[in-house]
């Protein structure tokens, strides 16, 4: 017999996690398996739970997310449920300061809950480097759609664009640096908003490309009905985040049908080994980048998937592998 896991999704439905947790229900029910949702901090009456965890999500300090999720496997279990959960942006050194106090709230959450899935190798990595151990853990990989066939759509000078939520480490600074002996012309497409708390990101941004005298643009909050083609309208795609542990970002530019550049590390090397091809590794200096940049941009046709291309895991197929694993940890 079946077990009932309810999916507990929080936090507004721009944010990457709420948007995979809503599209991983949506993708299970699509596929045969009974997936309710549950869109509110309190845990539903009863059966079990998982959880789309970022502790920025459940909490505004790391310690708050914890407390948080201790509050609720309590709830939980005291109407006979168990507590699973899918962890997102987990802590690395590149955190900063906030890095150790991230590590110890991933943890505790890790001690708490009956079984963690990651969406990498590397994520897996990063678990045991930081001393997280869960009691059981598993690899689904980021679901990848279907590339799209629509031939290129851009006009006019040729763009550079980065995808997803401005912060600091996203990536925008360094393919400024990298532009800057490019042909003044190219301009730098943010496509996105910034993320909370780093408006002013922009305006520093834009005043780093005007002394070199070239324009940076950002879109704004782009609607899903819009993605698609504001991702195959640029001339280079690029994912210059060096310190991701998995990327959606990465995902969206290839179901647009495009090969995005990206920096050769321990992720992108996972994806590349799954989906050979898929992305534009370039090695990770800023001269592997400025090359890179430079190569696309004289040849832009290089950055397009072929027509066909299929990447894997699918929805459908990600829907499976959460289905069967789910099912094992609840009972």
Not at 95 to 124: K, P
Request: aromatic share 6%; hydrophobic share 40%.
């Amino acid at each position: 017999m079946n077990v009932a896991v309810t999916h507990l999704i929080v936090g507004p439905s721009e944010h990457g996690v709420t948007r995979f947790g809503v599209e991983l229900a949506q993708a299970m029910r699509d596929n045969g398996f009974d997936t309710p949702a549950w869109r509110t901090p309190e845990p539903p009456p009863s059966g079990g739970v998982h959880l789309q965890f970022t502790d920025r999500l459940f909490g505004s300090t790391p310690e708050q997310a914890a407390d948080t999720v201790r509050t609720l496997v309590r709830d939980i279990r005291q109407r006979g449920g168990r507590v699973t959960a899918t962890m997102h942006d987990l802590p690395q050194p590149s955190d900063g300061a906030h890095h150790d106090r991230r590590r110890a709230a991933y943890a505790e959450v890790a001690a708490l809950v009956d079984g963690v899935v990651v969406s990498s190798e590397h994520e897996r990595a990063l678990l045991a480097e930081g001393g997280v151990r869960p009691r059981r853990v598993a690899v689904v990989p980021l679901p990848v759609e279907a590339a799209t066939a629509e031939p290129p759509c851009h006009q006019g000078p040729p763009t550079v664009g980065v995808f997803g939520f401005l912060y600091p480490g996203k990536g925008h600074a360094e393919v400024i640096a990298a532009l800057a002996g490019a042909a003044p012309d190219v301009e730098i497409l943010a496509l996105g908003a910034p993320s909370a708390g780093h408006t002013d990101l922009v305006s520093e941004l834009a005043d780093d490309c005007a002394r070199t005298g070239r324009r940076f643009r950002v879109t704004g909050h782009l609607g899903d009905a819009d993605v698609p083609r504001a991702l195959r309208s640029v001339t280079v795609p690029v994912a210059p985040h060096r310190h991701v542990s998995a990327s959606g970002s990465l995902n969206s530019w290839i179901s647009a049908g495009r090969r995005p550049l990206a920096p050769a590390n321990r992720y992108t090397r996972e994806f590349d080994l799954r989906n050979p091809g898929a992305v534009l590794l370039y090695p990770d200096t800023p001269a592997g980048l400025r090359e890179a940049l430079a190569d696309a941009l004289a040849d832009p046709a290089m950055t397009w998937l072929p027509p066909g291309t299929t990447c894997t895991p699918t929805p459908a197929a990600a829907a499976r592998q959460y289905a069967d694993l789910l099912q094992r940890w609840h009972r």
